[in-house]
């Protein structure tokens, strides 16, 4: 028998929810069959099957909260395998230790301890086969990564794993087909120097027991307070501020509109705001970048993550590259991902990785804010509304259309300078967007 363990689907899920069962016990499966659905704290998402067999018995029940990763959730009959004489009833989830790199992993023992040999100068896929079937099966490897490795003609002995007891999974094969070397398991981060803030409870602050209602936190909230906890505490940020006169801004978009019409294409502010700072990011791409132990990482993209609100939380897809497309295509990109966001159908790749983010509020009317950093990074956007403000134009005083924005950098990677380059920059393209186009 195998064990089906709840995946980690995002690098910080923790547990998740057992949505729905897409298959019942004595069904048969095979690789690539969507066999359960998965809610995180960001989405729902389709979990496929790496393995073949027939499902021996259902672990978990659909509907099942906080199953914890790595926890097994079903077990599976290999091919010639007797069925068990009693199926184990529905249970809790177990926790256990998560694995890494996002897969659905089945609990394989660990290998038979083997005399170590010095891998051959060069060596491949085909001397791997050349060297025996037996050999490679001893590998503690998933059956994805299996099938990678013989698919791009890697040596399963020369490659190092990162999942539990060492076994090799996608991710190790990923890394090795790029050259990049595996990343091993990461050990436990240090403890903090200083002790984590006991919270007090309502009644211990004077609070009435009876006077209000609990609203459990759920896995998005938890997730937000953790994160938006550890960037507030950790990074040193400092805000920005600026005023920009957005008149010409708008008179561009209604013009781009009428031109897009035939598309059924709108172009929003927050399109242009997006198209603006990635620009700015290219033209200053000292801003975007991220903080990390062995330095300052530089990207090659500006990979734009817009803040989307939910029912109980935030999330922010990405538009990848947002520096290279056009206006039309980030509005339908922008579009898109906002309502699968709202769905929570978006895939965790469309929601992770981001250089810069995009936080606006001016729909609700908000002047100004400043918003805490989306860590790795260097720096968030708040966008204000805009509004009707006296402005002085020489010795004149005129009313024109003004909007605020804050940028919020992460000082070990922004300085004053390059913050207020960055800022300069964006002003003048969303104050004449025609200059996004040189």
């Given at each position: 028998?195998?064990?089906?363990?709840?995946?980690?689907?995002?690098?910080?899920?923790?547990?998740?929810?057992?949505?729905?069962?897409?298959?019942?016990?004595?069904?048969?499966?095979?690789?690539?069959?969507?066999?359960?659905?998965?809610?995180?704290?960001?989405?729902?998402?389709?979990?496929?099957?790496?393995?073949?067999g027939v499902v021996e018995s259902i672990l978990i029940a659909e509907g099942t909260e906080g199953v914890k990763v790595n926890a097994p959730i079903a077990t599976l009959r290999g091919e010639g395998e007797a069925p068990?004489?009693?199926?184990?009833?529905?249970?809790?989830?177990?926790?256990?230790?998560?694995?890494?790199?996002?897969?659905?992993?089945?609990?394989?023992?660990?290998?038979?301890?083997?005399?170590?040999?010095?891998?051959?100068?060069?060596?491949?896929?085909?001397?791997?086969?050349?060297?025996?079937?037996?050999?490679?099966?001893?590998?503690?490897?998933?059956?994805?990564?299996?099938?990678?490795?013989?698919?791009?003609?890697?040596?399963?002995?020369?490659?190092?794993?990162?999942?539990?007891?060492?076994?090799?999974?996608r991710r190790d094969v990923e890394a090795a087909v790029g050259g990049a070397p595996s990343a091993k398991a990461p050990s436990a981060a240090p403890q903090s120097a200083v002790?984590?803030?006991?919270?007090?409870?309502?009644?211990?602050?004077?609070?009435?027991?009876?006077?209000?209602?609990?609203?459990?936190?759920?896995?998005?909230?938890?997730?937000?307070?953790?994160?938006?906890?550890?960037?507030?505490?950790?990074?040193?940020?400092?805000?920005?501020?600026?005023?920009?006169?957005?008149?010409?801004?708008?008179?561009?978009?209604?013009?781009?509109?009428?031109?897009?019409?035939?598309?059924?294409?709108?172009?929003?502010?927050?399109?242009?705001?997006?198209?603006?700072?990635?620009?700015?990011?290219?033209?200053?791409?000292?801003?975007?970048?991220?903080?990390?132990?062995?330095?300052?990482?530089?990207?090659?993209?500006?990979?734009?993550?817009?803040?989307?609100?939910?029912?109980?939380?935030?999330?922010?897809?990405?538009?990848?590259?947002?520096?290279?497309?056009?206006?039309?295509?980030?509005?339908?990109?922008?579009?898109?991902?906002?309502?699968?966001?709202?769905?929570?159908?978006?895939?965790?790749?469309?929601?992770?990785?981001?250089?810069?983010?995009?936080?606006?509020?001016?729909?609700?009317?908000?002047?100004?804010?400043?918003?805490?950093?989306?860590?790795?990074?260097?720096?968030?956007?708040?966008?204000?509304?805009?509004?009707?403000?006296?402005?002085?134009?020489?010795?004149?005083?005129?009313?024109?259309?003004?909007?605020?924005?804050?940028?919020?950098?992460?000082?070990?990677?922004?300085?004053?300078?390059?913050?207020?380059?960055?800022?300069?920059?964006?002003?003048?393209?969303?104050?004449?967007?025609?200059?996004?186009?040189?």
């Open positions: 028998m195998t064990d089906i363990l709840m995946p980690a689907l995002s690098p910080t899920m923790e547990e998740g929810t057992l949505a729905k069962w897409h298959v019942k016990v004595g069904d048969a499966i095979h690789a690539g069959d969507v066999i359960a659905e998965i809610e995180t704290d960001k989405a729902t998402m389709e979990v496929e099957a790496v393995d073949e068990a004489k009693d199926s184990p009833p529905l249970a809790a989830a177990r926790p256990v230790p998560a694995p890494r790199g996002g897969e659905l992993e089945t609990k394989a023992p660990p290998p038979p301890a083997q005399p170590e040999s010095p891998p051959r100068a060069g060596g491949t896929g085909g001397e791997a086969a050349r060297g025996g079937k037996s050999d490679m099966a001893r590998i503690p490897a998933s059956p994805l990564a299996r099938r990678l490795a013989t698919q791009r003609g890697l040596n399963l002995a020369e490659i190092a794993g990162s999942g539990p007891h060492g076994r090799i999974i002790a984590p803030r006991q919270v007090q409870s309502l009644e211990q602050m004077g609070i009435a027991p009876g006077s209000y209602d609990l609203v459990p936190l759920d896995g998005m909230k938890k997730t937000v307070a953790r994160r938006m906890t550890d960037s507030f505490r950790d990074v040193p940020h400092f805000p920005l501020t600026i005023d920009i006169e957005i008149d010409r801004l708008l008179e561009a978009r209604t013009r781009i509109n009428a031109m897009l019409e035939k598309d059924g294409v709108k172009v929003s502010v927050n399109d242009l705001v997006i198209k603006a700072a990635a620009t700015a990011l290219r033209r200053v791409p000292e801003a975007n970048a991220s903080y990390t132990p062995d330095g300052i990482a530089m990207h090659h993209h500006a990979d734009i993550a817009m803040a989307v609100a939910l029912e109980h939380g935030l999330i922010t897809p990405i538009i990848r590259a947002a520096e290279t497309k056009g206006l039309a295509q980030i509005a339908a990109e922008a579009k898109d991902l906002a309502a699968r966001a709202r769905a929570k159908k978006l895939k965790p790749e469309e929601f992770q990785g981001g250089t810069f983010t995009v936080s606006n509020l001016g729909m609700f009317g908000i002047r100004s804010f400043a918003s805490i950093i989306n860590e790795p990074q260097g720096a968030i956007l708040s966008v204000g509304a805009g509004e009707k403000r006296p402005v002085v134009r020489g010795d004149q005083l005129a009313v024109a259309t003004v909007m605020t924005v804050t940028l919020t950098c992460d000082h070990r990677v922004l300085d004053g300078s390059i913050g207020s380059a960055f800022l300069t920059a964006f002003r003048a393209m969303i104050e004449d967007p025609a200059t996004m186009l040189v």
